[in-house]
T-cell receptor, first 115, second 115 residues
Framework: AQTVTQSQPEMSVQEAETVTLSCTYDTSESDYYLFWYKQPPSRQMILVIRQEAYKQQNATENRFSVNFQKAAKSFSLKISDSQLGDAAMYFC????????????FGIGTKLQVIP | GAVVSQHPSWVICKSGTSVKIECRSLDFQATTMFWYRQFPKQSLMLMAT?????????EQGVEKDKFLINHASLTLSTLTVTSAHPEDSSFYIC???????????FGPGTRLTVL
């Protein structure tokens, strides 16, 4: 079974600084998807960024970028120019290729942004 | 686009009663919908996967007779918690897969409290 590990229960960052959240996963598949979801206090899950395993180029979305290391099975999220609104729980997630496949979530990292 | 709604957003019920939670994809057709449960300060636990017009597939340990899932149309899935007990109190989140893509979009969640 696939597993997703987030080893940082909590992280903090100064406003306008950069922070990196770590995620590793385990799979025997070669084709899959990785996601970072944000869950603010409202508890609405928001997709931050997605990466397709067959693409070598790291995904970016404005201030959010990933460092995808397929051989190492590592998928870290970098948040640049951190803003107060970035404070939330961040979940790393894995999904096998195939839309009907389920998503496996890590336990989350709580990010605090310090003004 | 890709908006998912849930109703109600919170519900309080007496032990022994049944509660229905609706999940709707507002601007797309959801071929597959997923139901998750989230305990405080924990990750999302997949309960079941449902495809439109067919029976739901339940994860191991989830009682299908207690958590009834119906996916009657491409925009609506319902979760009914039957004979609810206090231990069923939790945050229930649905997600929907748009068409045959690999990304799930989440509803805002429903907080269930069973007295």
């Amino acid at each position: 079974a696939q597993t997703v590990t987030q080893s940082q229960p909590e992280m903090s960052v100064q406003e306008a600084e950069t922070v990196t959240l770590s995620c590793t996963y385990d799979t025997s598949e070669s084709d899959y998807y990785l996601f970072w979801y944000k869950q603010p206090p409202s508890r609405q899950m928001i997709l931050v960024i997605r990466q397709e395993a067959y693409k070598q180029q790291n995904a970016t979305e404005n201030r959010f970028s990933v460092n995808f290391q397929k051989a190492a099975k590592s998928f870290s999220l970098k948040i640049s120019d951190s803003q107060l609104g970035d404070a939330a729980m961040y979940f790393c997630a894995y999904k096998d290729s195939g839309g009907y496949q389920k998503v496996t979530f890590g336990i989350g990292t709580k990010l605090q942004v310090i003004p | 686009g890709a908006v998912v709604s849930q109703h109600p957003s919170w519900v309080i019920c007496k032990s022994g009663t049944s509660v229905k939670i609706e999940c709707r994809s507002l601007d797309f057709q959801a071929t597959t919908m997923f139901w998750y449960r989230q305990f405080p300060k924990q990750s999302l636990m997949l309960m079941a996967t449902s495809n439109e017009g067919s029976k739901a597939t339940y994860e191991q340990g989830v009682e299908k007779d207690k958590f009834l899932i119906n996916h009657a149309s491409l925009t609506l899935s319902t979760l009914t918690v039957t004979s609810a007990h206090p231990e069923d109190s939790s945050f229930y989140i649905c997600s929907a897969r748009r068409g045959y893509t690999d990304t799930q979009y989440f509803g805002p969640g429903t907080r269930l409290t069973v007295l």
